[in-house]
T-cell receptor, first 119, second 114 residues
Framework: AQKVTQAQTEISVVEKEDVTLDCVYE???????LFWYKQPPSGELVFLIR??????QNEISGRYSWNFQKSTSSFNFTITASQVVDSAVYFC????????????????FGTGTRLTIIP | DSGVTQTPKHLITATGQRVTLRCSPR?????VYWYQQSLDQGLQFLIQ???????AKGNILERFSAQQFPDLHSELNLSSLELGDSALYFC?????????????FGPGTRLTVT
């Protein structure tokens, strides 16, 4: 069975500090996808990134970066120079590969990390 | 704006009642997913449809049912409602044809059962 663990329930940092959100996953599949979603106070879920299990290159998008390490089954998310607008709940999620399990692309979510940026 | 629409945004109803939540996927997306977000269960997958056919089922109660219509919109029907069904219900859509398979979520329907 798949499982995603986000051990940090809540994090607070002062604006402009860097912050890393941890995500550890469990799966028996050799091919899978990892995701991060952001849920701001308004409630919608905003897609941030998708990673497949064969691509371990780190990714950077502006102030956001992701570190995928298969050896430790982790997919951590770092926000550099945090801003108040980054305050939200962040979810890490896992899905099986659609290529090997057609039609079953459900996401298994972690419990989320509530990030508060203090002005 | 993800391109996925959900109606209504808010719904307040009484125990024992039945409600229908509606979702329109992004243009061209054939897959529709339903998720429930509650305080005690977190974000849980309920059911997936692909081009009108049910593809996968998660922790969906027997009192709940869904369908996807020929125009690809989907409805989630919740019946014999209980207080514990109060939650935020999300619809998401994705497209195999476009490759990445990211699921884009609608704004959600907040259901309150009193």
């Amino acid at each position: 069975a798949q499982k995603v663990t986000q051990a940090q329930t809540e994090i607070s940092v002062v604006e402009k500090e860097d912050v890393t959100l941890d995500c550890v996953y469990e799966t028996r599949d050799t091919t899978y996808y990892l995701f991060w979603y952001k849920q701001p106070p308004s409630g919608e879920l905003v897609f941030l990134i998708r990673r497949n299990s064969f691509d371990e290159q780190n990714e950077i998008s502006g102030r956001y970066s992701w570190n995928f390490q298969k050896s430790t089954s982790s997919f951590n998310f770092t926000i550099t120079a945090s801003q108040v607008v980054d305050s939200a709940v962040y979810f890490c999620a896992l899905s099986e590969s659609p290529e090997t399990n057609f039609g079953n692309e459900k996401l298994t979510f972690g419990t989320g990390t509530r990030l508060t940026i203090i002005p | 704006d993800s391109g996925v629409t959900q109606t209504p945004k808010h719904l307040i109803t009484a125990t024992g009642q039945r409600v229908t939540l509606r979702c329109s996927p992004r243009s061209g997306d054939l897959s529709v997913y339903w998720y429930q977000q509650s305080l005690d269960q977190g974000l849980q997958f309920l059911i997936q449809y692909y081009n009108g056919e049910e593809r996968a089922k998660g922790n969906i109660l027997e009192r709940f049912s869904a369908q996807q219509f020929p125009d690809l919109h989907s409805e989630l029907n919740l019946s014999s409602l209980e207080l514990g069904d109060s939650a935020l219900y999300f619809c998401a859509s994705s497209s195999r044809d476009r490759g990445p398979y990211e699921q884009y979520f609608g704004p959600g329907t907040r259901l309150t059962v009193t």
